[in-house]
């Protein structure tokens, strides 16, 4: 399970926003919540050679978990994880919003608490989106 700082304050996001969401995990691709990781693992989408999922082997997930059924799409997370879920959603269609996209960590974790302290779910959504 992920227990970092940053992680837990996305999942109070996450929680908030949807009674659906999914992690993007870079060794594991997209994994519910309850998901048991079997224990640590050195893989990122940051550095190829540590041998990241595939965007085939997520769309496969997404149209497996039908994750496509999904119209609107929030992304947390670094730039990394944002350019992959735009690889993977973008094609089908989805409304993708990154409402913290170009904060560093930081930042982006203090916007989410405000976020969630004034139930604003998309702050500078315009700024944030990406429609395809």
């Known amino acids: ?21 999914v992690i993007l995990s870079a060794k594991y691709g997209f994994i519910s919540p309850s998901f048991v990781i079997p224990g640590p693992y050195n893989v990122t989408f940051k550095k ?3 041998g990241p ?9 997404v149209r497996a978990q039908t994750l496509d059924r999904f ?19 973008a094609p089908a269609g989805a409304e993708l919003y990154f409402p913290f996209a170009g904060l560093p960590i930081g930042k982006a974790m203090q ?22």
């Open 1 to 21: 399970m992920y227990t970092g700082s940053p992680f837990v304050l996305n999942r109070k996001y996450a929680e908030r926003l949807s009674e659906q969401w």
């Open 48 to 50: 190829q050679k540590t």
């Open 53 to 61: 999922i595939s965007i085939p082997a997520l769309q496969d997930q």
């Open 71 to 89: 119209k609107i799409i929030v992304g947390l997370g670094g730039k990394e994880y944002r350019a992959i879920i735009e690889s993977v959603f």
């Open 111 to 132: 916007a989410t608490k405000r976020a969630l302290a004034a139930d604003e779910f998309f702050p500078n959504q315009m700024g944030n989106s990406h429609r395809s």
